[in-house]
């Protein structure tokens, strides 16, 4: 069925595309604006005065990395909840809960407070995001998705942009009722959290034909055209959710992710330190430093989604940022002492990384739907956000060994060259029934 016999207002598509971003993508940017904050908020409250001295660089690179162990294992479980149940009840159980535990890490007072309440807030958490990437495929076409994509994604620079600065004067608040500035700064950025998530009951609706926003016409015309578009992924693949699990494509997609987000979270829990170490040490000047990509890095990804969807072709336009944002981090760590061209290395890195990010979440949903759409999305962050245990963790024991984070930072880059190689080799999107070949981004792929 085509969207012409669907209706015969032509504008209608606009219309509904229009309503729907008004009314879902701010709560769900603001939902992943806190999310990316409580879990990254550790890197400005470290700088802090007072912070634990038991928690040393390695210390902190490990704990900061295993909020992703309770985010693995919870992960697949907590966005096939999200399918059945529906984001209202899920995402609201999700939000309180991970808000609480975000709170409780101003009373962390060593290593092994420091391990458990990581471990926690993964725990609490895990679901969030690949149930956002689920929902958008209930409420956005085909075509509008990368471009949605970038938008809700921009909530990862934009997190860093202002909530360094502002953890940064909440560091400020040190000794205010006789609590340590880093203290303040996770209660203080916890709390909304909570709120929010509670409210989402109200904010949030489940699919389409519950939208009391929208008029008779325009819901019949976004569920019939969303369906028909599931049924031609479905002629072409069909996955249950344990051959969703088991797809290789879906494991090297995973391993593509892991790259990526070794940059994401390797350059993200480090900057401020290596800042502190080399370029200043007035914590509100290494706030602002370490803000700086991120502003850059929120106009872009919201630029490349739209060229994404404007060209129908993710594959290079994964590959190219991630490949140059590693060679960058790589190069200028290798072969400069200058700390400002290091600086600077880490800046194109940062700017680079979360540019893929548009590109790179077309690739699984050109042959994943349904319930096989929410174990592999989920498969492919949780395996991928592994990454976020093992970047911080090597940094960090790299840098306590030698005093320098340089070699860190070049197996981050050399991790993004390999998943930009990886992306190309998966250009074909998997063997369809019939045995022809699909090239990804082509227009006989469902995204």
Not at 45 to 74: C, Q
Not at 151 to 168: E, H, K, N, R
Request: one cysteine or more; hydrophobic letters at 50%.
């Amino acid at each position: 069925m085509s969207e012409q016999r669907i209706s015969a207002d032509p504008q209608i598509g606009d219309r509904v595309y229009r309503k729907v971003t008004r009314r879902l993508l701010p709560v769900m940017g603001l939902c992943y604006f806190l999310s990316y904050l409580d879990r990254t908020n550790v890197a400005i409250a470290k700088i802090g005065e007072g912070f634990p001295p038991e928690i040393t660089d390695a210390v902190f690179g490990l704990g900061s990395g295993l909020f992703f162990i309770g985010y693995l294992v919870f992960e697949v479980p907590s966005n096939m909840a999200m399918h059945r149940f529906g984001a209202r009840i899920w995402m609201t159980r999700i939000m309180v809960t991970w808000g609480i535990v975000a709170c409780c890490q101003a009373f962390i007072s060593g290593a092994t407070s420091f391990y458990v309440i990581r471990i926690l807030l993964g725990v609490a958490e895990a679901g969030f995001f690949p149930g956002m990437l689920l929902y958008m495929t209930y409420w956005f076409t085909q075509q509008q998705r990368a471009k949605i994509v970038g938008l809700f994604m921009a909530m990862v620079p934009l997190s860093t942009a202002l909530g360094a600065p502002i953890g940064g004067l909440l560091l400020k608040m040190h000794d205010f009722l006789g609590l340590d500035g880093w203290r303040w700064l996770f209660l203080i950025e916890g709390i909304p959290t909570i709120i929010l998530g509670a409210m989402l009951w109200k904010l949030l609706t489940d699919r389409p034909e519950q939208a009391d926003w929208l008029e008779p016409e325009e819901k019949r015309w976004l569920t019939t055209t969303l369906d028909e578009q599931n049924r031609r992924t479905e002629s072409t693949f069909k996955y249950t959710v344990r051959q969703a699990l088991v797809q290789p494509r879906i494991l090297l997609l995973s391993l593509v992710y892991f790259g990526l987000v070794t940059g994401l979270y390797g350059i993200g829990f480090w900057l401020p330190t290596i800042i502190k170490g080399h370029l200043s040490n007035d914590n509100f000047v290494i706030s602002l430093y370490t803000a700086i990509p991120y502003v850059i890095g929120t106009a872009a990804i919201i630029w490349w989604g739209k060229v994404v969807d404007r060209s129908n072709e993710y594959v290079w336009r994964t590959a190219i940022p991630c490949g140059v944002g590693g060679l960058a981090l790589m190069l200028t760590a290798l072969l400069s002492s200058n700390p400002w061209v290091g600086y600077v290395g880490m800046c194109i890195c940062a700017i680079a990384v979360v540019m893929t990010f548009p590109g790179f979440w077309r690739l699984p949903s050109a042959f994943l739907t349904g319930a096989a759409a929410a174990a592999g999305l989920a498969m492919i962050n949780s395996l991928g956000n592994l990454s976020g245990w093992a970047a911080p963790t090597l940094v960090g024991k790299v840098k306590q060994a030698t005093g320098d984070p340089k070699w860190g930072l070049i197996a981050i880059g050399i991790s993004m060259v390999v998943a930009a190689v990886i992306v190309v080799f998966l250009k074909s999107a998997p063997t369809p029934r019939g045995g022809e070949t699909i090239e990804a981004g082509s227009e006989d792929t469902v995204s």
